[in-house]
C-alpha cells in the first residue's frame, strides 16, 4: 500500500487514532498555556508526516482538526504555532490548500507553516539547536523510516515538549531480523538494544514478541528522559494479532495521566471497568473471547499485596501504582470501595470523602488507607 493509497478513505481506526491526538492536544494546551503565557507567551503543534489534510472521502485529518480547536479557542488563535510537513509535495500542496479552505483560518496569530522535508538526520540536528516553547509533536510515518530515538531526544528535551508516534509493529517485528533494514531498526531502538532484542525473540510466541518489543522501547524513552510511555494497541480485524501502536512519551505525571482517560475511552472493549488501552473489531464480532479476565480482582489482590503494612492517601497510591498498569483513577477508587467493604483495609471517616449524587461517597485523594500487614510482614 502506498501512502496516497492510504489516504484514501478514513478507517475507523484512522478516526480512533485522530481523536486521541485531538483529545490530547487540547488538554495538553489547556496545561501549558497558563505558564506559557509568562514564558514567551507561545505554544506549538509539530506534525512531521502531516499528509494531505483530508482523506479523499472528504473526511478531515489530524492537522486540520487541531488547526479547527485552535481556531475556536482565544489562547490557541493567539499563541499557537503550527509546523506541518510532508515530504510529498504534492499532500503539502494538498494540506496547504485545505488549511486556506478552513473557516476563520485568518484569526489565528501565527499562520500555520507547511513544509515539505525529508525526515531524517537534518532535522534532527536542527531539532537539537532549538529550544522549544512547549510543544506537541507528532510523528506518524506509513513504516518506520525518520522514526528513531535521536529524533524522539532532539523533541523531548525542554519543558511542555510531549510526543505522540506512530509505531507500525507489524512492519517493526518483521524489521528486526531483516538485514536490509537494520540501520533503521538501529536507529529506532539503539544498535546495544536491537541486538539484543533480536537475540531475546527466538523461540518467543506471537504474544511474547510485542510485549519484548513495547517494553524494550518504552525503556529506551526512558532513558531519554520521558519517564512516561503510554501504548495504545490496534489490532487487525480479526482480533488475532497487532499490527500498530500509537504511543505517548512525556516527561510529566499529568500528561500520562491525561492520555490514559483519553485512551481508556476510546478502548473497544473493558472488564469490570478496567480498559484494555487497545482497539480490536473484533470486539464486536467476537465478545465471547474478551470476557475470561477479572482485573479489577487482580487490582484488588495486588493493592493489599504491594501495600501491606503501609498507610498512605489514595492519591499517593494511585500515584505509585498506576504507572504502567491498565488501571485509571476510577478503577483505584472502585477496588478501594471493594476492599473497605470486605474489611481488607481501613480508612478514614467518611466524613473526610467527597460526596457525589445520591448520597453516595467515593475516595477522594486525601483519604487516608491503612492496610493491614500480610503473613509475610508479621513479627
Known amino acids: 500500500m502506498t501512502d496516497q493509497s492510504f489516504f484514501a478513505a478514513s478507517s475507523e481506526q484512522s478516526q480512533i487514532k485522530t481523536r486521541i491526538v485531538a483529545k490530547y492536544f487540547w488538554a495538553w494546551a489547556k496545561v501549558v498555556i497558563p505558564s506559557a503565557k509568562s514564558h514567551g507567551n ?10 494531505p489534510g483530508r482523506y479523499k472521502d472528504g473526511t478531515i485529518s489530524t492537522p486540520l482538526l487541531i488547526l479547527e480547536k485552535a481556531i475556536a479557542d482565544a489562547d490557541m488563535r493567539r499563541m499557537l504555532v503550527t509546523v506541518l510537513n510532508d515530504k510529498d509535495k504534492e499532500n503539502s500542496a494538498s494540506l496547504a490548500q485545505s488549511i486556506d479552505e478552513l473557516e476563520g483560518v485568518g484569526r489565528l496569530s501565527h499562520r500555520p507553516q507547511v513544509r515539505s522535508e525529508e525526515v531524517g538526520g537534518e532535522i534532527v540536528r536542527m531539532f537539537e ?7 506537541l509533536f507528532f510523528v506518524d510515518p506509513w513504516g518506520y523510516k525518520g522514526l528513531s530515538l535521536a529524533l524522539m531526544n532532539s ?4 519543558w511542555g515538549c510531549d510526543c505522540i508516534f506512530f509505531f507500525n509493529y ?3 517485528n518483521m524489521g528486526l531480523n531483516n538485514p536490509i533494514v537494520r540501520e533503521h531498526m538501529n536507529d529506532l531502538f539503539g544498535e546495544d538494544r536491537a541486538g539484543s532484542i533480536r537475540e531475546k525473540l527466538a523461540g518467543l510466541k506471537p504474544e511474547e514478541r510485542e510485549a519484548l518489543i513495547i517494553e524494550e522501547l518504552s525503556r529506551a524513552l526512558q532513558q531519554l528522559g520521558a519517564n512516561y510511555v ?16 500509537l504511543i505517548l512519551a512525556t516527561k510529566s505525571f499529568k500528561g500520562y495521566e491525561i492520555m490514559k482517560e483519553i485512551m481508556a475511552a476510546e478502548s473497544s ?9 487497545e482497539y480490536s473489531p473484533a470486539s464486536k464480532n467476537f465478545p465471547l473471547l474478551f470476557a475470561l479476565s477479572r482485573p479489577l480482582d487482580d487490582l484488588e489482590d495486588a493493592l493489599v499485596r504491594d501495600f501491606a503494612g503501609r498507610q498512605m492517601t489514595m492519591g499517593d497510591v494511585y500515584l505509585e501504582h498506576s504507572v504502567g498498569k491498565p488501571y485509571v483513577r476510577a478503577n483505584y477508587k472502585k477496588a478501594f470501595t471493594h476492599l473497605e467493604s470486605a474489611g481488607k483495609i481501613d480508612v478514614t471517616p467518611a466524613a473526610e470523602r467527597r460526596p457525589k449524587r445520591g448520597g ?8 487516608v488507607v491503612r492496610f493491614p500487614r500480610g503473613p509475610e510482614n508479621e513479627p
Open 42 to 51: 507561545r505554544i506549538a503543534y509539530v506534525d512531521l508526516f502531516a499528509g
Open 129 to 135: 539547536k532549538i529550544r522549544f516553547v512547549p510543544t
Open 155 to 158: 523533541v523531548l528535551k525542554h
Open 170 to 172: 507489524n512492519r517493526i
Open 230 to 245: 503510554l501504548p495504545f494497541g490496534f489490532k487487525n480485524e480479526r482480533g488475532t494479532r497487532t499490527t500498530h501502536h
Open 269 to 277: 472493549e473493558q472488564e469490570q471497568g478496567v480498559p484494555s488501552f
Open 360 to 367: 453516595k461517597v467515593t475516595f477522594a485523594d486525601r483519604v
